[in-house]
């Protein structure tokens, strides 16, 4: 049988799928964004908290870097399933450009900001990379991968998502069933395996594995594409997967469990792409047939609208309330630290949102903005 599928039209009296809210995916990016500021804290130098405390917290967010596979595979899924069929490609870039860069803009000039402050130094190279949206493709380098706001070096991986997004929907919308399922399995197979083989590459190419597993743009693709074959099956009413209770359940064993013991390499995203999948396609479908979810709620949906905000300022706060805080030779509880940062961090957020990302949205997108959810 052919992957390709002929293009038909039917006719349908019922509205398109793609316009059902999927406010379960935007309360789940909420809490992938925790996981990952849980992580930055627990991982980053802090000033409180016994070393028995700092080392329990470590163990409990070790897969948070898993989190940003998460929010690649809902990328691709989201764009599939809003793609509009007479759109643009400059329209679509347009787009694209007003929903991540004046946030990252902003964030940037905060991180230059709070470097000053701490007497960190300023490297005019990094920040150009930066800036530019390149520095994940800097093999080998730390310094340039998380300078300034580290975080950002995600939205480089984006930048070639978006770039790549036109043609390579365009490819994958002509699958047919048949090939969408082995998109999603030969992706997911492709992601598992890729650490047993990462010691072959290092040894070629001189690449660090966590550069090649985590940072590298073309890596990730894979993830971005497996979410836009699985977003496309949706859509179809091709999904066949286990409901968003099992999914879900199967995340968080894998998040808590299995991934403490895997080879290290495998917690970047190989142990979780799965569950990962099946969570996403099975919220997914929980919202298109009105099915019960957890995350629909309206405090859940604004948490995750902000998520992308709140991901961008959160590693920012780390760092200036730990500096704070010695410099002051205060000392507070681990738990009243983290709650400190994550407090900070969702104000900060809310601001980012609301009077940067929003306005920004209006501003360069060539008009008014349809409120939708889940948006990547």
């Not at 990952?36 to 948070?64: D, M, P, Q």
């Not at 400059?90 to 709070?114: E, Q």
């Not at 090939?179 to 010691?199: D, F, R, S």
């Not at 704070?324 to 809310?350: D, E, Q």
Request: contains cysteine.
């Amino acid at each position: 049988m052919s992957l390709i599928a002929p293009i038909t039209t039917v006719p349908s009296d019922k509205p398109p799928t793609s316009r059902v809210r999927l406010d379960s995916l935007t309360g789940l990016r909420w809490y992938a964004a925790l996981l990952v500021a849980c992580f930055h804290f627990g991982y980053e130098e802090i000033s409180s908290g016994t070393s028995l405390h700092v080392f329990r917290l470590k163990e409990i967010v070790y897969a948070g870097p898993s989190a940003v596979s998460f929010f690649f595979i809902l990328s691709g899924f989201v764009l599939a399933w809003s793609a509009r069929p007479h759109d643009t490609v400059t329209g679509f870039w347009r787009r694209r450009f007003a929903r991540i860069y004046p946030s990252h803009l902003v964030t940037f000039f905060v991180a230059v900001v709070t470097m000053i402050w701490m007497s960190k130094a300023l490297d005019l190279r990094i920040a150009l990379a930066n800036l530019s949206l390149l520095q994940s493709w800097i093999p080998n380098r730390k310094d340039w991968w998380f300078g300034y706001n580290g975080v950002s070096w995600s939205l480089s991986c984006e930048f070639l998502f978006y770039l790549s997004f036109p043609l390579v929907m365009k490819l994958v919308r002509r699958f047919s069933t048949r090939g969408l399922w082995a998109t999603v399995v030969i992706g997911n197979a492709c992601v598992v395996l890729a650490p047993l083989y990462m010691k072959s590459v290092e040894h070629a190419t001189g690449w660090d594995p966590k550069f090649l597993l985590y940072v590298f743009p073309p890596m990730r693709l894979v993830e971005f594409v497996i979410g836009i074959a699985v977003a496309l099956l949706v859509k179809k009413g091709a999904w066949r997967g286990p409901g968003l209770t099992a999914s879900l359940a199967l995340s968080v064993l894998v998040v808590f469990g299995p991934s403490h013991v895997m080879p290290f390499d495998f917690h970047w995203a190989a142990d979780t792409v799965i569950p990962y999948t099946l969570t996403i396609a099975a919220a997914a479908r929980a919202d298109v047939r009105g099915e019960p979810s957890p995350f629909r709620n309206r405090i859940n949906v604004y948490l995750g609208e902000v998520s992308f905000a709140f991901y961008l300022v959160h590693e920012i706060v780390i760092f200036s309330v730990d500096h704070f805080l010695k410099s002051h030779h205060f000392t507070i509880p681990l738990v009243a630290h983290l709650g400190l940062v994550l407090a900070i961090s969702l104000g900060g957020a809310v601001l980012l949102h609301e009077y940067v990302e929003k306005p920004g949205v209006r501003l360069l997108s060539g008009g008014r903005r349809k409120k939708q959810s889940a948006t990547a």
